[in-house]
């Protein structure tokens, strides 16, 4: 540490007078500044010991008072700011501060129990724990607690009993033992024995038994083998009741779908029977084939409690409900069936909500959203959700290539939501999770200010469901786009229509008409909502296909000057795949390396000689490449700055081809300040040359086009949002200009970027 380091923290600590804050305390009193557990065992592995002193010091209380950069900022706060008054800003401040934790606070014998009791629970059957507290000279202003733990040796598992009875609750038991957690060899440990008894519980639920509990079952552990070895008897209470010993079946089931507090009675007489379930209310609300796609046990069939948990979380996504209560009542005292019951209540039917949104996009626009919503969660008596959206957006750039071209929009989009698969197709959907078919309309007018103004028409209707917890799929039968031009300024008709310098074909493109049809097809795969994992996945796939059957049948060659229409407009042909995947490892409980692939390619053919501009990619920007300004970066080697192909126009570069590589670390600084230290490189190419951007065109030497940013930045999590901060800094250019090396650390080129939520 240099002298001017040591300066500034010493300045920082006399400046909030925080280094000092056991000047406050009255004599005899002692700061207590934490617990110490050393570990005496001559067995246990140097990580061993350090892993169980870890875990035995989370355990000691009382918590010492937090620091910020070995500062007690919340303590000197707390007595600075002390007061008799009960109101005002010093009484307010005071509550945000720390009153001292004093070393007289520690019970060292309560807490030498504690973790001793933890030791013998996970096999330490002779552990001894003794504490002591320590001052560095008598003196001293503050002092820790120290703990000593002698393990003595650790129990194993020598074998483990199953029930050998002949009664159905001890088979059914004993069924479970192919995968059970108590393994031969391992440590005794009375954590897994609890998990054991869940995980047998859990496993007779799915069979029917439906009153048993984990209190039903004892472990019985024999500790006097020798070797320092222990036998487990599983065994069921001989206290058992009868009933959860009983296997039991689903008799009928019922559903109220307006249920209120008031309803007392269960109007059985009222039911109207469907197919294998009844639906009881005083007024009709929903059609009976409503709760098909929810009621997932059966009548006749053995209480199943994933069947039974499903069911209620189906319930609840189904829409149109926000409680579900559930009971199951014994049919007679003598029998095993269950009637089954669901109580329903509504939310109101028809809502309105306004929304303002702030946000960033990927083409470094900050600006505001607002949006008014209307929504009718039960539109047609069969849980259909209709949302119109009212919607009008401002982008804009204070500095940058785009500065002074600000986009607005206004519109509105209607979407209609059937909890069901609707039409040709009916894919495998999870039990866990309910199907959804998508109706969407919409229209848009996008204005560029100075630019141009265009009508933008959409239309999609398709299928949303989850494989699986961790598979979800997306397919849109029909996929409708359509963009006309409303007016185009002067000054953008005389960017592309320049003779003396070739422009780029994708200006001019973005003002033509466009007419997308077809469908797509999206795939996502993740675990990374599983925190426990030290290692967690994302990965999405998307192929999206326009006009492709009808331009072969009208044998539309738009290069060789054959265009065709449809409904006549110039159609669009395409096949585009997109692929990304996002990895996560976790190297601390605090800390994250987040790393993310994207390549993605569009093959335009038959009647487009280009992808249209609303399926190109692009590049750069605070969610891609930090260290380059959002869509100033390539196709390929091309330079947007040397004026060619621009036509005198800012640079707003898009490609057929991308390839995109991040990575990050992620460490928790302090409270709610997350750090960031990245690197970013890709590029975008063309398929084939356009004439007017030299370089663009993808080759196999594709890697020296690469651009290369590094950076630092900060997050700030909010719980409702994630501001981030990032300063991104070029290390390499995919050009190559006069004087200038590829490879520069130039600090004077950074970029700022200032974003809402993590990149990936």
């Known amino acids: 540490m240099t002298k001017h380091l040591k300066y500034i923290l010493l300045s920082s600590c006399v400046l909030l007078s925080a280094c000092s804050t056991t000047k406050f305390l009255a004599p005899g009193q002692k700061l207590y500044t934490g617990g110490e557990v050393v570990i005496k065992d001559s067995v246990l592995k140097k990580s061993e010991k350090k892993a169980l002193s870890e875990e035995l010091g989370a355990l000691l209380r009382p918590i010492p008072n937090s620091t910020i950069l070995g500062m007690r900022f919340k303590l000197w706060l707390y007595f600075k700011t002390k007061t008799n008054k009960s109101k005002g800003l010093a009484h307010w401040l005071n509550k945000k501060g720390e009153p001292p934790v004093l070393i007289s606070s520690v019970n060292l014998e309560q807490n030498s129990k504690i973790l001793q009791n933890r030791l013998q629970n996970e096999s330490y059957f002779q552990a001894q724990v003794s504490g002591d507290t320590v001052s560095k000279k008598p003196t001293s202003k503050v002092a820790k607690a120290v703990y000593t733990a002698v393990t003595g040796p650790g129990y194993k598992i020598r074998k483990v009993v199953f029930p050998r009875g002949t009664r159905t609750i001890d088979t059914a038991v004993a069924g479970t033992s192919a995968k059970t957690l108590l393994k031969v060899g391992n440590k005794y440990n009375l954590d897994v024995i609890k998990t054991e008894r869940l995980r047998i519980d859990a496993r007779l639920k799915e069979e029917g038994f439906y009153y048993f509990s984990p209190e039903h079952l004892i472990m019985h552990v024999d500790s006097t083998i020798a070797g ?371 390549v993605g390619v569009g093959l335009p053919y038959g009647n487009s000689t280009q992808l249209p501009y609303s399926q190109q990619f692009f590049i750069g920007g605070p969610n891609s490449l930090r260290g380059f300004r959002a869509r100033a970066i390539g196709p390929g080697s091309f330079d947007p700055s040397s004026g060619v192909g621009t036509g005198g126009f800012l640079a707003d570069e898009s490609g057929d081809i991308k390839i995109e590589a991040n990575i990050e670390y992620r460490p928790k600084l302090f409270s709610i300040v997350r750090g960031a230290l990245f690197v970013d490189a890709g590029n975008i190419w063309l398929l084939h040359s356009n004439g007017s951007q030299p370089g663009a065109v993808f080759t196999k030497s594709f890697l020296n086009d690469f651009a290369v940013d590094a950076g630092f930045g900060l997050r700030f999590d909010l719980t409702v949002l994630v501001l981030r901060t990032d300063l991104g800094i070029p290390l390499r250019t995919p050009y190559v200009r006069v004087n200038e090396p590829r490879w520069d650390f130039n600090f004077n080129r950074s970029v700022f970027n200032l974003a809402i939520g993590y990149p990936f």
């Open 228 to 598: 320092h070895q222990v036998d487990i008897f599983v065994a069921v209470k001989n206290e058992t009741p009868g009933r959860a010993q009983n296997i039991y079946t689903i008799n009928n089931i019922y559903v109220y779908p307006s249920y209120s507090l008031r309803d007392t009675s269960l109007m059985k007489d009222k039911a109207v029977f469907y197919k294998w379930y009844n639906i009881v209310e005083r007024r009709n609300t929903v059609h009976t084939y409503t709760f098909a796609n929810t009621v997932l046990m059966r009548p006749g069939q053995v209480y199943n409690r994933t069947a039974h948990n499903n069911s209620l979380n189906r319930f609840i996504n189904l829409g149109p409900y926000k409680f579900v209560k559930n009971r199951f009542e014994d049919v007679s005292a003598d029998s095993s069936k269950l009637d089954v019951y669901y109580f329903l209540t509504q939310y109101k039917k028809k809502s309105l909500s306004l929304d303002i949104l702030g946000r960033t996009t990927s083409a470094n626009y900050t600006g505001t959203q607002v949006n008014l919503n209307w929504l009718n969660r039960n539109a047609f008596k069969g849980a259909e959700a209709l949302k119109v959206t009212l919607f009008g957006s401002t982008d804009v750039q204070v500095g940058g290539q785009n500065a002074g071209y600000n986009v607005y929009q206004a519109g509105i989009q209607t979407t209609l939501s059937w909890p069901r698969f609707i039409g040709p197709i009916y894919p495998k959907a999870a039990d866990a999770y309910i199907p959804h078919t998508n109706l969407s309309l919409g229209y848009s007018i996008v204005n560029r200010q100075k630019l141009y103004n265009l009508n933008s028409y959409n239309l999609s209707f398709g299928y949303q469901w989850r494989e699986t917890e961790h598979r979800s799929h997306e397919l849109n039968l029909i996929n409708f786009q359509f963009v006309n031009p409303l007016s185009v300024s002067q000054k953008y008709k005389d960017s592309i229509d320049r003779k003396d310098v070739p422009v780029n074909p994708a200006l001019k493109h973005v003002i033509d008409k466009q007419f997308i049809l077809g469908p797509s097809y999206s795939f996502t795969y993740t675990n990374t909502n599983e925190d426990y994992r030290t290692n967690t996945l994302y990965y999405n796939g998307k192929i999206s296909l326009s006009n492709n059957i009808y331009g072969l049948v009208t044998g539309a060659d738009s290069a060789g000057g054959k265009p065709k229409k449809l409904f006549g407009a110039i159609f669009n042909q395409f096949v585009k795949l997109e692929n990304e995947i996002r990895y996560f490892h976790k190297t601390g409980q605090n800390s994250t390396i987040a790393s993310r692939l994207i």
